[in-house]
């Protein structure tokens, strides 16, 4: 049996934590997880419905929960995944210069998205970007006073509209080395990054956002340095830092937002699935509530051009398996394969401060949080000619600076499974149950 992922916590200071072992816990059954739905679904009933809970979202204070707290209450309950594909999970950003890329500077066309210049101007060598603080770059020219992006060059690059017409993916396997079925022994194995606020301080609800970082999106468009999440708004007990203590259960799950393309929903505790610790994991107080997410899906979309662009690396995180409208409709995602499942034990933990908050001397590779920063080429040129148009192609920017850094209630509420042909899911053996609806 595979033991946990280490936890990492970049964050003021740097720690390192690890959690003690505990052998043949987590032996969940389907009757524990009929009792769990039922009770969450009773706590649904008590109150008004957690779907529709929109917050008055804040960051923590400095310190208000330590790190070390905070990364143990992450592992806790951050999700699972399961992918369409084989060839892709979420890894640290670095993976993005891990074949030399330089970090280049550039500005922004009328758009307001980044340009891919030639020649390419470098702003801190690859040699740098590991051990260097690149936090205090500018962003804003000093001559002309425009505003500045920073970006690398991902692995790897998309040659054609088939799904198999890349070398992201050969790139990917060739940096990774022979990790087989165990991608923690992969040389970026899969990590979370973890953004901890207050959904509603004074109601106690905290907020765990889960970002995915995907150095390239695969799909029926294509564009490198992909930023997912998913959102868990918990309710808290307690009045002290007992709320806060993963050992204890006063931390309750209310409501699972899931972000996918340009939509997003929220979703019950009992109307997604939940597994938990893996039997004979490791995995400290063994009382963890693990989410699955299933990441990315199949599509095939035919554009007014004539061309056809598949792909199954979108990233988009659904709450159930199933196959789901995309892109306004006109095509559908299948996201019924299971391809890779990844337990939430297999994945690091990255605490991601408010920017202005964290030491870069001390952890150098998060100095992109503090810039203008792409983990992309701003554009991919393989393309279909309306996907160019309406930005598609383009590098998304970083989570700190995406409008639902702080994010409240998904505006509209998308209820993607709605009607959609849903499939069962059948967990690995060892992922014991708490929830785990029917179709």
Not at 100 to 108: E, K
């Amino acid at each position: 049996m595979k033991q946990a992922a280490s936890l990492t916590v970049l964050a003021l200071p740097l720690l390192a934590v690890a959690l003690p072992g505990c052998g043949g816990c987590g032996s969940g059954s389907d009757g524990g997880a009929t009792d769990a739905a039922a009770t969450d679904a009773a706590s649904a009933d008590a109150g008004p419905d957690p779907r529709y809970l929109d917050g008055t979202p804040e960051p923590l204070d400095p310190g208000e929960i330590p790190p070390a707290t905070l990364a143990v209450l992450a592992t806790k309950f951050q999700p699972c995944h399961v992918h369409t594909g084989l060839d892709s999970w979420a890894v640290d950003v670095s993976y993005g210069w891990s074949l030399g890329s330089d970090l280049y500077v550039t500005t922004y066309d009328a758009g307001g998205d980044p340009i891919d210049p030639f020649p390419r101007t470098v702003a801190v060598p690859a040699v740098d970007l590991a051990a260097t603080d690149w936090s205090g770059l500018p962003a804003m020219d000093p001559v002309t006073g425009e505003p500045l992006a920073y970006f690398v060059d991902v692995p790897g690059d998309n040659l054609g509209p088939g799904a198999d017409e890349m070398d992201w993916n050969v790139e990917w396997e060739a940096i990774q080395g022979p990790f087989g079925d165990d991608p923690t022994t992969a040389t970026f194995p899969p990590t979370h990054y973890v953004h901890a606020y207050w959904y509603d301080r004074g109601a106690q609800i905290l907020a765990l956002q889960y970002w995915f970082y995907y150095p390239y999106d695969k799909f029926v468009n294509n564009h490198e340095g992909d930023w997912e999440h998913i959102t868990i708004v918990l309710g808290l007990a307690g009045t002290g830092a007992e709320r806060f203590d993963a050992s204890t259960d006063n931390q309750t799950p209310l409501v699972y937002h899931f972000s996918f393309h340009s939509s997003a929903g929220a979703w019950l505790p009992d109307e997604v699935v939940r597994v938990g610790d893996r039997t004979g994991a490791a995995c400290g107080a063994c009382n963890g509530d693990h989410v699955v997410v299933f990441s990315g899906g199949h599509a095939c979309l035919t554009f007014p051009s004539g061309d056809t662009y598949c792909g199954d690396y979108s990233g988009a995180s659904y709450p159930r398996p199933g196959t789901f409208p995309v892109e306004f409709g006109i095509t559908q995602e299948d996201a019924t394969g299971a391809g890779r499942l990844i337990h939430a034990d297999e994945f690091a933990v990255v605490l991601l401060d408010e920017p202005g908050r964290v030491d870069y001397a001390a952890n150098p590779t998060l100095s992109w949080l503090a810039l203008p920063f792409f983990a992309g080429v701003p554009r991919v040129a393989v393309n279909d000619v309306l996907v160019m148009a309406t930005g598609g192609d383009v590098a998304p920017t970083h989570p700190a600076r995406k409008s639902n850094w702080l994010g409240g209630l998904p505006d509209p509420v998308v209820d993607i499974t709605a009607g959609a042909p849903l499939v069962p899911f059948t967990p690995p053996a060892d992922w014991p149950v708490i929830t785990n609806p029917a179709p």
